[in-house]
Structures are given as C-alpha cells and as structure tokens.
C-alpha cells in the first residue's frame, strides 16, 4: 500500500534561487565592469577587488562570531553588495576608505536588519551616502578615462558630466554611450548597463517597471523643464538620462529584491517617486547626482506601498459592479 505523504507549501519550484539571480545580475554588470576596466585600469581593478573582498569578509566575520548563524556568503549577494558599491566610487578612491564603505554596507545596512531579505535601505547605497557625506572629496574626484591606465591614486581628475551640466557643457552622446567620460566606475558606459538590462530581462531576473518608469518620469520631467525654460535646460531627455549614474541606479539599484515593491502596480509608483525626486535633487541639490537619494527615500516608502497596494489574494473573485 503507497503511503500519501503531505509536506507544507511551495508544492511546485520555479527553479529560482537567492544564488541564481545574484550570479545573473553579476552576470549583467559584466560589460559595464569590462568598461570600467578598460577606462580606468589599474585603479578600477583594486577598488572592485577590495570592495568584494571586503563584503565577504565582512559578513563571514559578523554571521561567525556576532550572529553565530547560518553562513550564507555562498548566495553571493555580499559580492554583488561589493560590485554595486564599487561601480558607485570613483576609481581613485583609497583603499581604506572603500573597505569602510564595504563595512557599512554590511555591518550597518544589512547585518543590522538580520542579514539578506530584512534590510530597508539598499546596503551599497547606504555605504556611498554615507562615504559621500564623511569623504566628499575623495568621492568627488572623478579621474579622467585613460584606456588600461596603471595610475591609481595619482590619476589626473575632471568634473562629471552632470557637473558639466551645471555650467552649461553638452556631452556628447556617443561618449556617454560608449563610456568615455569622467565618473564613477559603473555609470560610464550607457550601451553596456542597457546590455545589461536586456540580458536580466530575459533571464525574468527583474521586470521592466521599475526602470522604465525611473527613466520615462525623468525624460518627461527634463522634457517639461526645457519648454518651459529653454535657456537653462538645454540637454535632451536622451543625454540627460546617459548621464550620471541613472541607468545604474535604475536598473541595478532600485530592483533590489528587498528594497522594492511586491506588485506592478505598486513598482510604477515607486518607480516615479524614484525618477521625479532624482530630477528635484539633480537641478536644486548640492551634489549634482540625485538618484541615491531618491532610492533611499523611495525604500522607506516600500512598507507604505506594499500595504496599500496589494496582489490579489489567491481564489479571490471579484465582484461585478451593478
């Protein structure tokens, strides 16, 4: 006689994993990294090493012997913490100061909160404000790209684009495309992190909403702006959107399965949060870039529009209006 054995739910596995969509976005940023490296040379390679390093490191430390738990620096996303963190440094930052955003990122953003899946803010996001308000000169030395550069601290800087923008400089979008242009590690090549996004999206890692939502909001924004006073906002839409780190923060930061809403509905909101207060703070800010901040904030908003704005519960009918 068979015996009918009864286990608890999921019944039926869809194949994903923690460890499968952390490889794939690190799959993802490959092109962009492979830029990074050929702009930057010597200096992108040590402050991409030490970032990961430092992340994994981190966390086996404090699971060993602060949370004594299970190790989980095998899912691989202390490593994609410490790729996301570098590509938001300048390639000439010292090291010391990248193994302390590293800290940050996983002692205080994510280890703090309980480790993966229980953290509200972005940990590599946390870890550049938070360098970015202790060290703001290191983090706005932006070096200009020289093809497999061996300088590394020594490396001659230049304003960003969005600096440039301020003082009315039209970048050329060819270079924005192709990444020829000072910045950080992972916002310099626009047709690399879009080669990226095409390969998530089919791989079902992330959907399109929340990125095209980030971007359309702050297409149409800079488009009103520009009507409305031409002699000012003089960029495209188009230039706009390749400049600074929106494509990253837009495709790689704000899709944080953690970090974002549960539904669609729910992600075009946060989405145009995302994109309109990257817009307010890019043209009335301090700091020329804004899409950090309009992502930390719009992480604190996720609690707030996952509970008002819900899937339907499954086997729910909905009923006909009279």
């Not at 800290?103 to 870890?127: D, R, T």
């Not at 992502?295 to 519960?313: E, G, Q, S, V």
């Amino acid at each position: 006689m068979n015996k009918l054995i009864i286990s608890p739910a999921p019944h039926v596995h869809s194949g994903d994993s923690i460890s499968k969509n952390m490889q794939a976005v690190i799959i993802a940023l490959v092109p962009a990294y492979l830029v990074a490296l050929y702009f930057f040379g010597l200096g992108a390679l040590i402050v991409s090493l030490t970032a990961m390093i430092s992340c994994v490191l981190f966390e086996y430390l404090i699971q060993r012997f602060i949370l004594k738990g299970e190790k989980t620096i095998q899912d691989g996303s202390a490593a994609l913490t410490g790729l996301l963190l570098a590509f938001n440094l300048p390639s000439n930052i010292p090291v010391w100061i990248v193994i302390i955003g590293s800290l940050v990122a996983i002692g205080i953003a994510k280890m703090s909160y309980g480790g993966l899946g229980n953290n509200p803010f972005n940990p590599a996001l946390v870890a550049r404000v938070f360098l970015l308000i202790s060290f703001p000169v290191a983090m706005t030395s932006w070096p200009v790209p020289e093809p497999f550069s061996m300088h590394y601290l020594d490396a001659v800087t230049a304003p960003t684009t969005l600096r440039n923008l301020n003082f009315g400089v039209i970048p050329n979008t060819m270079d924005l495309l192709i990444g020829n242009i000072g910045g950080s590690m992972g916002e310099v090549s626009g047709f690399a992190l879009l080669l990226g996004f095409a390969y998530l999206l089919y791989k079902r890692v992330i959907s399109w909403h929340i990125p095209i939502s980030i971007l359309a909001t702050v297409a149409v924004f800079i488009f009103i702006l520009r009507l409305v006073n031409p002699a000012n906002y003089i960029v495209s839409p188009l230039d706009y959107l390749l400049s600074g780190g929106l494509l990253l923060g837009a495709i790689y930061m704000a899709t944080d399965f953690v970090t974002s809403p549960m539904t669609k509905r729910g992600m075009l909101v946060y989405g145009v949060g995302i994109g309109f207060l990257t817009v307010i703070i890019r043209i009335t800010g301090v700091y020329p870039e804004g899409v950090s901040f309009g992502i930390l904030i719009m992480n604190a908003f996720t609690p707030l529009i996952n509970t008002y704005i819900k899937p339907k519960r499954f086997g729910e009918v909905i009923k006909a209006k009279k």
